[in-house]
């Protein structure tokens, strides 16, 4: 699977990148080979990033980059790239199996067993085990949600005082899932 994602206007696929530099600081590719500045920062590609912007994270891993601009490379012996790069890996070290993930989305949310929660949520979730939705994002209740946050805390089988058989069947689901989920990970690395 060949993911695209949309980086401060700029498309950046492996197609489009050609290998050009890109911006450390807001994560833009380098359009073409002669232009050396970024249009959105104002700072020639490569340069590290000023110490009080917002860094970019991979939409796919969701990590944010260093405050030298760049993520550990999931290849032996290459040491850190920019986010750019650090995105055409995950065609070869995926995070997970996002086409399982699509296949049960509706919308902008997925269902999982009878219940739905926000597609966004869930996968961040599957991913980083973080429910917080990230940052400037509100936190959504629902069944999966609160298994999610069970599952991280007391893990599969536990025994909560006060449960509820919503909660232990979306406990179970989820828990399914994310097994499913994170052996496409574990088989292709």
């Not at 994270?57 to 790239?81: A, F, I």
Request: charged share 25%; hydrophobic share 35%; aromatic share 6%.
């Amino acid at each position: 699977m060949k993911l695209s994602f949309s980086l401060g206007g700029q498309r950046s696929d492996n197609a489009s990148r050609g290998g050009g530099l890109s911006c450390l600081q807001c994560g833009t590719a380098a359009p073409t080979p002669d232009i050396t500045f970024c249009r959105r920062c104002g700072l020639p590609f490569g340069a590290e990033p000023r110490s009080d912007a917002t860094l970019p994270s991979c939409p796919s891993c969701y990590q944010t980059v260093g405050d030298d601009g760049r993520l550990p490379s999931h290849r032996s012996n290459v040491g850190r790239v920019d986010l750019v790069a650090h995105m055409e890996e995950h065609d070869q070290f995926p995070v997970g199996d996002d086409d399982l993930l699509e296949s049960m989305r509706v919308g902008d949310r997925i269902r999982i067993g009878r219940w739905e929660a926000p597609f966004d949520l869930v996968r961040r979730y599957l991913v980083t085990g973080a429910i917080d939705g990230g940052r400037g994002r509100s936190f959504q209740h629902s069944a999966i949600v609160t298994a999610m946050a069970q599952l991280g805390r007391w893990g599969a089988d536990a025994e909560i005082f006060g449960d509820q058989q919503e909660w232990r069947e979306a406990r179970a689901v989820v828990a399914e899932l994310m097994e499913r989920y994170q052996r496409s990970a574990r088989l292709s690395a």
